[in-house]
């Protein structure tokens, strides 16, 4: 569902740009409570400091959601921002149920957060073509704050990172069919 906006970009690239942000948020949303299933059910050594970065992690999707249901509307949109709605929406693979000890949980948020950091690179991609600079920043921002966060989880692993992690390419960009290769090269 979209709305008028005075903001100076054609209709249908208003459109697509919201139709991605409202995926963009189910990601954020999914991973926000799947962050928080790890953050809850950890166990073993490092607990404590683990249970803190999960927290972190968590924090960083959670005002990542707002920023992309924002400008959604922006743009003349409307955010889909209930649980159920991210469920239908989200990219992400479900939690790993069988994660317990620390181990287990990094390398299950690795992945994820892997993921949702190839669908933000994705979208920057789209906001260019779609010549909207502001979405490409918001999303600049974020990819970057996750980055870091991947950086810290996978920095656990001793450099031993078996969760090799992409998004599937939609409609084929050139950096998202990069992206595919390595994760052909190295699963
Ligand atoms: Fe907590």
């Known amino acids: 569902m979209y709305t008028t ?3 100076n970009l054609p209709q249908d690239a208003r459109e697509e740009l919201i139709d991605m942000l409202n995926t963009l948020l189910a990601n954020a949303i999914d991973m926000h409570w799947q962050v928080k299933q790890a953050h809850w059910n950890i166990r073993g050594t490092h607990f404590y400091s683990r249970h ?3 927290d972190e992690v968590a924090k960083h999707a959670r005002k990542h959601a707002d920023s992309y249901a924002e400008r959604a509307g922006a743009l003349g949109g409307y955010a889909q921002g209930t649980i159920r709605l991210a469920t239908n929406n989200s990219q992400l693979p479900e939690y ?4 317990v000890d620390g181990e287990a949980h990094i390398r299950a948020l690795v992945e994820r957060v892997g993921r949702y950091a190839a669908s933000l690179r994705d979208g920057i991609d789209k906001s260019e073509e779609a010549n ?3 979405t490409a920043d918001i999303l600049t921002q974020t990819l970057g704050e996750t980055e870091e966060d991947l950086w810290f989880l996978e920095s656990h692993l ?4 078996r969760a ?3 998004m599937p390419p939609k409609g084929g960009n050139r950096r998202g069919r990069q992206a595919e ?4 090269a190295t699963t």
């Open 5 to 7: 906006s005075h903001v």
């Open 52 to 54: 803190l970065l999960f």
């Open 96 to 99: 790993d149920l069988q994660a």
């Open 132 to 134: 909207d600079p502001v």
């Open 158 to 161: 001793n450099g031993d990172v």
């Open 164 to 166: 090799g992690v992409t």
């Open 181 to 184: 290769d390595i994760s052909q």
